[in-house]
């Protein structure tokens, strides 16, 4: 008996590059387990797309002096041909700015809304005095209360993970002007997050299998009490409100509608089967299986509020009840001389293969590479680290191209140092090989002569920035 399994790829910021973090992180995983899965025989749906409402794209327009629409496009473009170059799977890509995601999101939010889930309130959130407009989340910027991170952003800590609100920061600043911002009032839709603090506990302690941290990170959040949360902004990018309640200038906020995207691209790859109610058999099965690949900053929203925001629905999207994650195999963070990958912080690894957060477009070097004819053999790598510009040797010691060793008549070589990527061989060189200096064995060439290739010399290991 085959099983319907639902593949749900975490959906990148359509406001820069993705880099290797979020590669390795989620998508490849996914890709990986979609493979097996089918090969399995069980029926794969996988799923994903750019989330085009987020702040950071509206941040990134202001600072390029473009519309929002404008970030979006150039970015959802390169993720495309992303994906068709390195060969992923995808049964769907799409966006949440198409009518299909709007219609899912404004069905969900009036069956919550119905089920009492969803009220408004008056709050008090930012004003920037300057600019003389409400600034969403990620328009602030100050310390965390939490860790005293100097430069946490209104919505989340990219230091110790923590979510927060604008008005939680120490010392706030407006990243358009730079004033300090000033509170006033406005009234907003929130959800009633901490109406499933003891369903999502039960839903949680009967998680069998989940990665540790995960479990650990969702239950420890759940004993600090879950908070009801604004799930609308005085913004004009975004899902328009299904309600004229609040009168005009407001919107359905990014980090609740992106996670509908799930469901939404789920229709929309219905539609286009020809089959419109094939949605249903992912998510209204009891046979189904969900599984959510994602970076570890994501578990909050995906092990905590989207459950919450699934249960909200009751069975008002259809008839039947949508089902809840089967699993949530969220990666640790991939980690560039020592710090966090990070888009919105522009830090990741220099532009390889075409992947980079710290240019808007893709790197000149094609990934993947044009030909598939064996790579040229390496020399160790830069003692000076990624982007130096100082080759590195044994002291004392030659390069033999005959042997591909370093070879010293006095005393065995030093390994070369902790393995780092390069960008220049696009892999990284183990450090913990040996003593020799010797590449390891694998990654010889199997034809007969030197080991190295017939007329190959040692390269210059030199790298630039």
Same mark, same amino acid.
């Given at each position: 008996m085959t099983t319907p399994v639902l593949v749900a790829v975490a959906w990148p910021y359509a406001s820069g590059s993705r880099h290797l973090g979020h590669l390795a992180g989620a998508y490849l995983p996914a890709d990986i387990f979609a493979r097996q899965q089918r090969m399995a025989g069980n029926e794969v749906l996988m799923v994903s797309g750019s989330d085009v409402h987020g702040t950071p794209i509206t941040v990134r327009a202001e600072e390029d002096g473009v519309t929002p629409a404008d970030i979006v496009d150039r /970015? !959802? #473009?390169? @993720?495309? =041909?992303?994906w068709d170059e390195l060969g992923m799977s995808w049964d769907l890509f799409t966006t949440t700015g198409t009518e299909n995601h709007a219609r899912a999101t404004q069905e969900m939010f009036l069956a919550q809304r119905a089920e009492g889930h969803i009220d408004r309130r008056t709050s008090e959130q930012l004003f920037d005095p300057e600019k003389e407009r409400f600034l969403p989340d990620r328009f602030v910027e100050g310390t965390c209360p939490y860790c005293d991170y100097p430069d946490a952003r209104g919505d989340q800590c990219d230091n110790c993970g923590r979510t927060l609100d604008p008005t939680d920061l120490i010392d706030p600043r #407006?990243?358009?002007s730079g004033a300090r911002p000033v509170l006033r009032e406005t009234e907003h839709f929130y959800f009633r997050y901490s109406d499933f603090a003891d369903r999502l506990k039960t839903y949680l302690e009967s998680r069998k299998g989940w990665r540790p941290h995960v479990l650990n990170f969702a239950l420890g959040w759940l004993e600090e009490g879950l908070l009801d949360r604004a799930i609308t902004r005085d *913004?004009?990018? +975004?899902?328009?409100?299904?309600?004229d309640d609040l009168g005009p200038g407001k919107r359905i906020y990014v980090w609740y509608d992106a996670v509908i995207g799930y469901l939404s691209a789920s229709w929309e790859w219905a539609e286009s089967t020809g089959d419109p109610e094939r949605w249903k058999h992912w998510w209204h099965n009891? %046979?189904? =299986? !969900?599984? /959510? @690949? *994602? +970076?570890?900053?994501?578990i909050p929203f995906h092990a905590l509020f989207w459950p919450a925001q699934l249960m909200g629905v009751a069975? =008002?999207? %259809?008839?039947?009840?949508? =089902?809840? &994650? %089967? %699993?949530? &195999? $969220?990666?640790?963070?991939?980690t560039f001389k020592g710090g966090k990958a990070s888009a919105s912080r522009a830090s990741a690894s220099p532009s390889t293969r075409?992947? #980079? $957060?710290s240019s808007p477009t893709p790197s000149a070097t094609p990934w993947p590479p044009p030909s598939r004819s064996r790579p040229t053999p390496r020399s160790p790598r830069s003692r000076s680290g990624l982007g130096s510009t100082r080759s590195w040797s044994p002291p004392g010691a030659t390069w033999s191209t005959a042997s591909c060793r370093w070879s010293t008549s006095t005393a065995t070589a030093p390994s070369p140092p902790r393995a780092r990527w390069s960008p220049t061989t696009r892999s990284s060189w183990p450090g913990s090989t040996g003593t020799s200096g010797a590449r390891p064995s694998s990654s010889r060439p199997s034809s007969s002569g030197p080991p190295c290739g017939p007329g190959w010399t040692r390269p210059n290991r030199s790298t630039s920035t």
């Open positions: /970015y !959802h #473009s390169e @993720f495309l =041909r992303q #407006s990243k358009l *913004i004009e990018w +975004g899902v328009e409100l299904p309600v009891d %046979d189904a =299986r !969900h599984v /959510y @690949f *994602i +970076g570890k900053d994501n069975d =008002r999207m %259809d008839g039947g009840e949508l =089902r809840l &994650p %089967d %699993d949530i &195999p $969220a990666n640790q963070y991939v075409g992947w #980079s $957060a």
